[in-house]
């Protein structure tokens, strides 16, 4: 400790004492035990002060020659830099590999700072160790011409030094305060060479690229170490990175969906990543010439000549890609926007949305001069791409727009709105001979035998959702003072579901009148129905296994009943159309309908799966095709036979049971699994698996065309069900996500946390939506689906239209890890509205 103490110290002629042996010092401390042997020490200790002194002149000797030997080496690098040499020889790129580079004007300019810099620091710190080497030198002379009194007291600071010996515990660290006391006036190393830093900055001035001594102290320490200069890398970032294309882009981003959908070893990590980028990706990129120049700035070759990245650079792209590594929270809801599947069930919902705004209320006819004078207003955008122009019988030229062109909703405009001039209302008659087997339907599906279809109608259209409230539900925004919030409770407590109704004309709830009460249930009671006590537009249910339950299929098909029955009173010559988000309990079949879910492979199966289907029809698209004079084999069916879904007397078990069931084990009145189903319509193929074969089976017509029970509910009575794409709320039935938004904002800010007030606190915050404010949030609705429209270029939209409209559905496009809610994706426009 003492020898190291020293060495840090630089000490003067009378505080060499610490650089003596263990054995001197031990030397030292027999001197002090034992007076017989003092003089003996005190020559033993002349011989290790001089041997010290010597060894220490020759070590300040060695390092200035070696400190002058860097320096000159420096200023052969100064003199290369200002010849202009853009290729340095001693650059290293990064840890300790050194190798000629191509350097910029920049790099070259730093480099020769640091050299200029480091030279003079050098020069420096050689001037003062000669310095003291002199300095030693003299005092080593004057020591020896000293007389009683300077050895009396250089030997009571030998005495101090041992009594510091004594007093230190060596397990410690050596206080400033205990060198101080022993050596007065020592200084550090690192303090001297912080002070000769200083002098160099103060003589040479401030630069852009150095400006403290620190600085300049890490350059001396990285040249000492490796007689180079690291390579300037600032300024040489390029803005183009290889995953701006938006192949390759697309090309990591399947790949990491891909991986983290699997779990354990197989699943996504930073290895897997760095693996697929130096293996797979960066080999594909690099033998194409296009990125050859990103390549070439953004990455550095290995040994062999291949591109490759580290796993810290194959994270930072996985970052980039928006991979991002969280605590997984279970849940219901994961984002299916982009699907294949749901983006052409969002076609499909745009096209027949369109097909029904003909005969929807919701079109306004204007004089073109009116029209003309409106649009040259501040603000004015045409809702629709071209409106439509047309002669009325007075012979002037009229325009018809949509309503949502204005927005006073409360106004005149909006209250006048008729159905297109577009629309012409034919009804459709049934087909004299359709064919047999064969019931003659409109084109939604209504039976035309029956004089049921309305299809030629007015719509009325209606949007209908559920959604729960909780008794502890607050803002989620709290105050906070002076660090101390309020405490809240740990749950939300006990809920309600609510089920309700909107629609442009009664606004929320179906709200009904006492007169209109009393017709209705004259009418429920010629049909047999309980009289309702209020309007069916809303249903509460207190959920709970010893409450009310829980909202099922079976609750929601009687109130679309009781709906129903309140609309045929009041609205007798339109044609109701609810729409409806896409939910199990919504999409729930009939018990005999044509569905695939829990038909067996094979023939019977357990009692739970024993489902039988209703019978089905052959026609085109339920059967393989053939050719006209292809023999059908026996036990298969034919266009015009009807197909049974249970065995029946003359039916044939197909090849891949057969040898089950022969002789007297025939499966009478078992049901057929889908490999019978499918080998009957000449649809099987040898080792069909169960999945492939219900994919094969659900692509059939006949179950392609098999509608819901809630379907089937409304074509029966005429009218019409529309099921929103799934994860859609923007688009959902006339606006009514945003209904529950508006509704929930006002709940959580009146309610006051008192479970029994729960009922009545939803119904307050129902006050909120008047006739006004529905009509806003189903235009706000439509805003999305022309959005939409554009993006998909539908309806006479193009490129440009295309690019509007993405911007608009741009937070909706976006992946994300929760529930789509309006409320929360929509927050300005409801706190607006």
Known sequence: RLRLWAELKFPVMDELLPLMSVEARGALKKLRDNARFVEKGRQLKATR?????????????????????????????????????????????????IDKVQASEKQVAKMRTQCQFVRAYLKKLQKRNLAKE????????????????EAALYRASEAAALDLVDRMDLTDELEDEDVEEAVPGAKRKFERAHDIADEVIELLGTTDTISTGRALREWVSEWMKHESFGLD????????????????????????LEKAAKAGADGLSVESFWKF???????????????????????????????????????????????EQNWFRPGYYTDMHQRPDVIEMRIEYLYYDRKLCERT?????????????LRQGVGWIDVDKDPHHYLNDAGEEMVEIHADQFEETDGARWEGRTVSVKFCPEAQSAPAHPGEGVVARCENGHDLTCGICKCHCEVYRLGQDEAVYKAYSLPKGVWVICGVQSMRKKSDGPGEMVSGFVDEHRGWGLDLSVEELRRVNEFRAEKGRAPLECSPGLRFLTYGKNKDGYWTAADFEKQTIDVLDVLEVLEPTKQIVIEVDYSQGHAKMLVDALHVNKLNLKIGGNR????????????????????????????????????????????????????????????????KGTGQILWERGLWTENMKLVESKQVLSRCLDFVEEKTALETLLLDRGHLLIMSPKGHPELAGLGVEYCWGKSKRDYRQ?????????????????ACLDVARCRRFARRSREYKRAYARVHMLFGYDEDDALVGLKAVEKYVKHCSTHRCTADQDAAFLAAN
């Open 49 to 97: 002060v001089d041997k010290a002194e010597k060894q220490y002149q020759r070590r300040c000797s060695s390092a200035a020659d070696a400190w002058a030997g860097r320096a000159a080496l420096l200023q052969i690098e100064i003199k290369k830099l200002e010849k202009g040499m853009s290729v340095l020889k001693f650059v290293r790129l990064d840890g300790d590999s």
């Open 134 to 149: 002199t300095e030693l030198r003299a005092a080593g002379a004057a020591a020896s011409k000293r007389g009683v009194k």
């Open 233 to 256: 890398m600032r300024g040489t970032w390029s803005p183009e990175h290889l995953l701006d294309d938006e192949d390759v882009l697309q090309h990591v981003r399947d790949f990491m």
């Open 277 to 323: 980028c130096n293996t797979e990706l960066l080999v594909k990129v690099s033998a194409d010439a296009a990125f050859e120049t990103i390549l070439a700035k953004l990455l550095t070759t290995n040994e062999e000549g291949k591109y490759t990245i580290s796993k810290t650079t194959a994270h930072n792209w996985m970052l980039r890609c928006g991979a």
């Open 361 to 373: 209320p919701s079109w306004v006819q204007i004089p073109k001069h009116e029209y003309d004078t």
């Open 608 to 671: 739970q799966h024993k489902r039988v289907l209703r019978d089905s029809f052959m026609r085109v698209g339920c059967l393989a095709a053939r050719e006209p004079d292809e023999v059908v084999p026996a036990g298969m069916l034919k266009l015009g036979d009807t197909q049974h879904f249970d065995f029946r007397e003359g039916d044939t078990v197909y090849p891949g049971e057969a040898a089950k069931y022969a002789g007297e084990a025939f499966p009478l009145k078992e049901p």
């Open 750 to 766: 009146l309610n006051d946390c008192v479970p029994r007030h729960l009922h009545d606190n939803i119904v307050k915050s129902f």
